[in-house]
């Protein structure tokens, strides 16, 4: 199967009038935001085949085997980016952000990633300066474009940002979902995701809020922060070049050797061969 790689960190790409993909059936080393500018098909995601139409945006993200079968005359705007994107996005931590929650929930759900009426209609408005921008190069082209896709991003990750790993759906109450943004905003500070700080925050005993957290989850607190972290982790392994003990220390671990020990226990291997064999598949 071919596979396509990034060169630069990033890259706006306008293809149009398209009656058949030309690559077939492929993969990428890279992410991939699409958005269909006009025309309708089907766009197949590892097997997962859904409708596309004008307005919609994608997310491919590294190794998923896509296609779009078009039905009738297609434009896409692709809006690519790659590891040394990743690794400079770590100078902005507003966007680096952004990026963690969209990397973390990029399998989550096939299909349009844009969920709100109103976000799908900004998002239409931000591609439009977007095309023309990249159509032109103007003055202060760079700048512009940079902070449109900040822009872009921001709404991706609250369109397709679940808190993960549980379901909430629309009977949870507001505080469990608060409960879970508070933990994701603060997965760096130790402090903070202690019962007790987090329960004076939201104003709970020790006690109430560890059955509370359980009714609304069906999992514990902890095992909640243990999961996200090492979600994180594996996003810090495949997407940077921290050391493990760098690892360790950012998400409050002891030290390398207790990172190494919980990941191999959650994920079968240890953090030094995911990384290798992750990195392997990305450059296949």
């Known amino acids: 199967m071919v596979k396509d790689h990034l060169r630069e960190p990033f890259e706006?790409?306008?293809?149009e009038s398209m009656d058949e993909c030309p690559?077939?059936?492929h993969m990428h080393s890279f992410f991939e935001l699409v958005y269909i500018v006009e025309g309708r098909g089907r766009q197949s995601i590892n097997e997962s085949e859904f409708g596309y139409e004008p307005g919609d945006l994608f997310l491919v993200a590294p190794n998923d085997r896509h296609i779009f079968r078009i039905g009738e005359t297609s434009r896409f705007f692709f809006i690519r980016f790659n590891q040394?994107?990743?690794r400079a996005s770590k100078k902005d931590d507003r966007l680096a952000q952004r990026l963690e929650l969209i990397l973390n929930n990029s399998g989550q759900e096939p299909g349009c990633i844009l969920k709100n009426d109103d976000d799908r209609r900004s998002v239409g408005q931000l591609m439009d300066?977007?095309?023309r921008e990249h159509?032109?190069?103007d003055v202060f082209h760079k700048e512009l474009v940079g902070q449109l896709v900040d822009t872009l991003l921001t709404i991706v990750a609250r369109n397709i940002t679940q808190p993960f790993p549980v379901v909430v759906d629309e009977t949870s109450e507001r505080r469990s979902i608060d409960i879970l943004e508070y933990i994701?905003?603060?997965i760096s500070s130790p402090d903070k995701l202690r019962v007790e700080a987090i329960g004076a925050h939201f104003g709970l005993s020790k006690n109430y809020l560890g059955r509370y957290f359980k009714k609304q989850t069906n999992e514990t607190l902890q095992e909640y922060i243990l999961k996200y972290k090492l979600r994180l982790v594996e996003n810090r392994l495949l997407h940077s070049d921290m050391r493990v003990s760098e690892i360790a220390d950012e998400f409050g671990f002891t030290d390398k050797s207790h990172l190494s020990r919980i990941f191999k226990r959650y994920r079968g291997v240890g953090p030094a061969e995911f990384r290798r064999s992750g990195k392997e598949r990305l450059v296949l």
Not at 12 to 15: I, T
């Open 23 to 25: 690559r077939g059936e």
């Open 129 to 131: 300066i977007l095309i």
């Open 12 to 15: 706006l790409v306008l293809r």
């Open 84 to 86: 040394l994107y990743l």
């Open 135 to 137: 159509q032109n190069s």
């Open 184 to 186: 994701q905003a603060n």
